[in-house]
């Protein structure tokens, strides 16, 4: 057992059951036949992991002496989720029907591609996990301020009536007797301050539908039973403003400040490392250059007139030049609108003397480089542009486009590409802005890792969501924030539900869709949902925009500050 868990291929294994496991939750449908499939798929995943935890139970040890089982916290978390996992299919085979809350459980498996054998071969993500797990204790802080702040205003905020009659005509209803004497209904909404409205304060933080909540402040009576006055008391004003300021202003954005420095302590480890790689990196391009000092330049037996050329295509004035033309060629392409007569012959003659002006370039450099050097930099972007262009042209002369089974125009949308060697030209003269790039491709690596981790997050999460509100909505009972762009029905949608929440855009709208009661005749109405939805949208909030988002800003900073 020793043997098989150290080698790498068991790693690999087990990976690769990990990710077929991921891809069977995300099958899950309320078909019948597809519930079969999942249900024989859980049985054999589990009996696989379980497998590989008595094998590493035998081989380590379970919990007495050095590097045991339970002395790793990955495999406490592994063997807890086996556990939980075997509990599900005692329960789902001893009682039909009512596993619901364990088959959430269920979703927790994903965790297992946080395991320390993926995290040791990846570094960066090694860093970030080990960022998030140093800033609890900070942002442990954090929150317990918030929650005192969060308390005070809830505290004062408990002063008003947030109950409302709901009907078509309520230009004569001012109380809740006109309101059932109407036929209509009397209701709370469900973002209210009649309790300490914790709930209610998040989405003010979070700015996210602050404003209906406000007016709604501002329109409350204060008195039990009474319709709300529009503008009724609008020194309540002062209270939400004061809110946002010091909650969602201020103390939120602690977050950021705790993450960075914990990021820059985690960094601490690897920075003598690669400031070793960059040392050696650095002293092997001395060496480059000094290897090539000492050869003879491969234009020294150029003939005088390609080297003239030559020291024309490598002129820093070529480049001034043919930047200033790219500049005018763009300005020419976005002054173009719709219904020009007298503009479209004059763009089409200045696109013939732009494109010549670009061949007539390609030409001289391919002269003077040869093809082998020629294409060796980024003049492949440019023959590239030059050939489409030419391309582009010769379809719209010839009217061929009723005969091609694509349309020229995408050809001349091309030409943007033209934008890009401006671009990159001025890349060239500007530090500044060579520094920038510089900055955003180093951090790429680690900003992969943190999709990583968000890939991760979305997929329990939208799991999770299709098991608790999958069926939520339907004619009998409709909803307002889900919709049927917006709706929890399958994983796929969930996923783009799970990145509108974490853009903040209606996610309280979809939070109060699932706060709503039970009616008795609703089956799929999940009588726990109003305990459990608040959990669910909150600690995904924290976790997408104000953990995970502020890690990327961390790793930034750094890069920029290096």
């Not at 920038?436 to 968000?454: E, R």
Request: one cysteine or more; proline letters at 3%.
């Amino acid at each position: 057992c020793q043997s098989v868990i150290s080698h790498k291929m068991f790693d690999h294994v087990v990976l690769v059951f990990i990710f077929l496991n991921c891809i069977t939750i995300a099958l899950e449908r309320p078909d019948i036949q597809e519930r079969v499939f999942l249900s024989v798929s859980n049985y054999v995943f589990t009996v696989i992991f379980l497998a590989e935890m008595a094998m590493k139970v035998v081989a380590l040890g379970f919990c007495f002496g050095k590097q045991t089982y339970l002395q790793s916290s990955w495999n406490v978390l592994d063997g807890l989720l086996v556990f939980v996992s075997l509990v599900d299919i005692l329960v789902s085979l001893a009682y039909t029907g009512g596993n619901r809350i364990l088959g959430i459980l269920r979703v927790l498996r994903l965790l297992r591609t946080l395991r320390p054998l993926v995290i040791s071969r990846a570094p960066g993500l090694k860093l970030v996990v080990e960022t998030l797990i140093t800033s609890l204790r900070p942002i442990g802080n954090i929150v317990l301020i918030c929650c005192a702040f969060f308390i005070i205003f809830g505290i004062l905020g408990v002063q008003g009536k947030f109950y409302h009659c709901e009907g078509l005509d309520l230009k004569n209803i001012t109380n809740k007797s006109d309101c059932l004497q109407a036929n209509y209904r009397w209701i709370r909404r469900k973002y209210n301050f009649d309790n300490l409205a914790l709930m209610s304060l998040f989405v003010l933080s979070c700015k996210d539908g602050w404003v209906n909540i406000m007016y709604d402040g501002l329109d409350a009576v204060g008195v039990d039973q009474q319709q709300p006055v529009r503008n009724h008391n609008p020194w309540m004003l002062l209270y939400f403003i004061s809110f946002l300021l010091i909650v969602s202003f201020f103390v939120l954005n602690m977050f950021v400040g705790v993450v960075v420095e914990n990021f820059h302590k985690c960094r601490q480890d690897q920075e003598e490392e690669e400031a070793r790689m960059r040392e050696e990196k650095r002293l092997k391009m001395i060496e480059k250059k000094r290897r090539e000092a000492k050869q003879r330049p491969y234009y020294a037996d150029f003939s005088p007139m390609r080297l003239s050329i030559h020291t024309l295509c490598t002129s820093h004035y070529l480049d001034l030049f043919i930047t200033f033309i790219i500049c005018i060629n763009v300005f020419t392409m976005s002054i173009e609108h719709y219904n020009q007569p007298y503009l479209e012959e004059v763009l089409k003659y200045c696109n013939y003397v732009f494109t010549f002006i670009f061949i007539i370039e390609a030409l001289l450099k391919l002269v003077a480089f040869g093809i082998h050097r020629f294409f060796k930099d980024w003049n492949q972007l440019d023959i590239a542009i030059v050939a489409l262009s030419i391309m582009g042209i010769t379809l719209e002369e010839l009217k061929m486009s009723a005969s091609l089974p694509i349309n020229p125009t995408i050809i001349r949308i091309m030409r943007v590409l033209r934008i890009a060697r401006a671009v990159l030209k001025l890349l060239k003269m500007a530090k500044g802005m060579r520094a920038l790039l510089d900055t955003v491709m180093q951090a790429l690596p680690q900003v992969g890792n943190l999709g990583l981790l968000f890939m991760l997050l979305f997929f329990i999460y939208a799991a999770l969501g299709v098991e608790l509100f999958g069926k939520l909505c339907n004619d009998n009972n409709p909803c307002e924030g889900l919709s049927r762009h917006a709706t929890f029905e399958n994983f796929g949608m969930a996923f783009l539900m799970l990145f509108r929440v974490s853009t903040g855009d209606n996610w309280n709208g979809v939070m109060k869709d699932t706060l709503r009661e039970c009616h008795a005749e609703d089956r799929h109405c999940l009588t726990y949902l109003p305990w459990i939805s608040p959990i669910y949208f909150v600690t995904f909030v924290l976790m997408a925009q104000f953990v995970l988002v502020n890690v990327v800003v961390a790793v930034l900073m750094k890069h920029l500050e290096e």
